[in-house]
């Protein structure tokens, strides 16, 4: 960070905040005569530490103090003063690193494709990991649940780092159930909420659930991970994250490492780094096949606009057409998209409604094959 942007964070940061920052990581306030300024102070093994800091930004030299305490914040815990300014520029967050390892991404980048790829999987492992908590199933037919897309939506993509590539997503704290809205805690909230947290929750379960799959295959006990019940389930859909996180390199290693907010350590019993060799995937895809239940339907009325037509240009010998219906199913908020092959006339009416913009509704079943789905036997009308 240069010294000019360095001293605009400076001048941006609540004093208020930079107290909240030391109460909550182990500073002890002092008291002395001065009611507008504040001392605090830590030992840290051997080692004393001290800050003074200004209550008022009517001081004349507040920025050169205020860059005093964040230096010794940064003695204290043994890292950079830029690191401690982005931490003071971001509300409390646990940070999750997924780091790709193979012969392609040692200079530290990685293809443009692969990345955004590696993004989506690991969206993938902390919504479905969200999942998991909020509503413990063997498999989700639809990671449509509120609580766990608000959680990623507090979610955000932080720098990338060296070390073949690493990309690095933010956790910030909330506090979130299955029904409420999420709220996002602050420097101001006490070390405990931190530590009970929704996010907290996440994370810890994303840890463990990484080192007790792995265990349980170096000791070839899969089924210990089939077998679990309630809320210790591991679902297929975790499963297949970790497999798309590292299916695309046959020399590929994936390492999924922790790193706990400055405001609630966690227990060393907590893994804080697991890495998975491309010799897992077979695994991984065994467990699904036992885990994830046959496909069998949702008979259902869906409820849409269609965002695609396909069918024989030639209407003369034309019998059926392709359309894509985009739409809501249950209490998702995400759009769900699925094909649909429809006769002749109902066809001809899609169009129509897809030139217009009109809403349609489909009863039929919906089906998941692969990565897409299909709505068989459909009864198509408009709205």
Not at 193 to 207: A, E, G, H, I, Y
Not at 303 to 325: F, H, M, Y
Not at 344 to 371: D, F, M, N, P, S
């Amino acid at each position: 960070m240069m010294k000019n942007e360095m001293y605009k964070t400076i001048q941006s940061l609540k004093f208020t905040a930079l107290q909240a920052y030391l109460r909550n990581t182990g500073w002890v306030r002092i008291v002395v005569p001065k009611p507008s300024i504040a001392l605090f102070q830590k030992t840290v093994d051997n080692d004393f530490y001290e800050v003074l800091l200004p209550l008022s930004k009517h001081f004349a030299d507040y920025t050169e103090r205020i860059l005093e305490v964040v230096e010794g914040i940064a003695a204290s815990e043994q890292r950079a003063v830029h690191q401690i300014l982005t931490d003071l520029s971001l509300p409390p967050s646990d940070l999750v690193r997924f780091r790709v390892i193979n012969p392609e991404t040692w200079s530290g980048t990685i293809s443009f494709l692969d990345g955004f790829r590696l993004l989506e999987s690991a969206k993938k492992a902390l919504f479905t990991t969200a999942c998991d908590i909020l509503q413990p199933e063997k498999y989700h037919k639809r990671l449509g649940l509120k609580g766990a897309q608000q959680f990623i939506e507090q979610c955000r993509l932080g720098q990338t780092e060296k070390g073949s590539f690493v990309a690095s997503v933010l956790c910030p704290f909330v506090n979130q159930t299955l029904d409420e809205q999420a709220m996002q805690l602050s420097f101001f909230d006490d070390p405990i909420d931190f530590k009970n947290s929704f996010t907290r929750q996440v994370t810890v379960r994303l840890m463990q659930a990484l080192a007790q799959v792995k265990t349980a295959i170096d000791n070839g006990e899969e089924n210990r991970i089939i077998d679990l019940e309630g809320d210790k389930i591991i679902s297929a859909n975790f499963l297949e994250s970790i497999v798309e996180l590292n299916w695309w390199h046959e020399q590929n290693e994936v390492e999924i490492g922790m790193s706990w907010s400055q405001f609630a350590p966690e227990s060393a019993l907590i893994p804080r780094k697991i890495r998975l060799s491309n010799d897992y995937i077979p695994v991984f895809e065994k467990m699904i096949h036992k885990i994830k239940p046959k496909e069998v339907g949702l008979d259902d009325i869906f409820i849409g606009r269609i965002s695609q037509v396909k069918a024989d240009p030639d209407p003369n010998t034309r019998t059926d057409g392709e359309i894509i219906l985009n739409y809501f199913l249950g209490e998702e908020e995400k759009v769900s998209k699925a094909r649909v092959i429809l006769e002749k006339e109902a066809y001809r009416k899609a169009c129509e409604a897809h030139q217009t913009g009109q809403t349609v509704r489909i009863k039929g079943k919906l089906l998941t094959i692969g990565r897409s789905k299909m709505i068989e036997n459909p009864s198509f009308e408009i709205v």
